[in-house]
């Protein structure tokens, strides 16, 4: 089993709609989490941290559910510049390694 | 975040060859890595780059084909040793900043190619 599962998308949404995807990650111990943005050909950049009581960043708003091991990230009144692919990035009990998801693949369109 | 900067950011290289590539951060960061992203899949880790010491490697990934060095808290080398055509990928470092956050922050990649 993958340390860390996405659904790989692609979610193709109109400018203006709320679209949101999960991950899926197995190793209990996991202490922090995050979704990182990559763009074609670009390195990922750091979107949010997700904190256990969820957080909100602008029109992003992630959430963990620790029971069930999985985090969400919804993006609300989509922009063209939102289309990208999100990687899900979860690490271990006090380990700096970071395990990455395949991505969610997101495109948006006018 | 830290300014960080990779040299070269593309190569195309003969098999057999090997290729260094430099990682460069424009302050002191606690902690150095080497990941690796083959086309079309996520990131990989390859190993830790370890200040004045030899690098952690991750299951898969062995010195002798991925020497690493990092001399100081700013900069860091990887070389991708005696290379064949499934070397062909992005190559990127990122770093942690401090020891109170796990975030890390991403190289701009080198993209290799290897014929």
């Known amino acids: 089993r993958k340390e860390v599962e996405q659904d790989p998308g692609p979610f193709n949404v109109p400018e203006g709609a709320t679209v949101a995807f999960n991950c899926t990650y197995s190793n209990s111990a996991s202490q922090s989490f995050f979704w990182y943005r990559q763009d074609c050909r670009k390195e990922p950049k750091l979107l949010m941290s997700v904190y256990s009581s969820g957080n909100e960043d602008g029109r992003f708003t992630a959430q963990l559910n620790r029971a069930s091991q999985y985090i969400s990230l919804l993006i609300r009144d989509s922009k063209l510049s939102d289309s990208a692919t999100y990687l899900c990035?979860?690490?271990?009990?006090?380990?700096?390694?970071?395990?990455f998801g395949a991505g969610t693949t997101v495109t948006v369109r006018a | 975040s830290a300014v960080i900067s990779q040299k070269p950011s593309r190569d195309i290289c003969q098999r057999g060859t090997s290729l260094t590539i430099q990682c460069q951060v424009d302050?002191?960061?606690?902690?150095m890595f080497w990941y690796r992203q083959q086309p079309g899949q996520s990131l990989t880790l390859i190993a830790t780059?370890?200040?004045?010491?030899?690098?952690?490697?991750e299951s898969g990934f062995v010195i002798d084909k991925f020497p690493i060095s990092r001399p100081n808290l700013t900069f860091s080398t990887l070389t991708v040793s005696n290379m064949s055509p499934e070397d062909s990928s992005i190559y990127l470092c990122?770093?942690?900043?401090?020891?109170?956050?796990?975030?890390?922050?991403f190289g701009p990649g080198t993209r290799l190619t290897v014929t």
């Open positions: 302050s002191q960061v606690t902690m």
């Open positions: 780059a370890n200040q004045g010491s030899e690098a952690t490697y």
């Open positions: 990122s770093v942690l900043q401090s020891g109170n956050s796990y975030e890390q922050y």
């Open positions: 990035v979860v690490n271990g009990r006090n380990d700096y390694k970071l395990s």
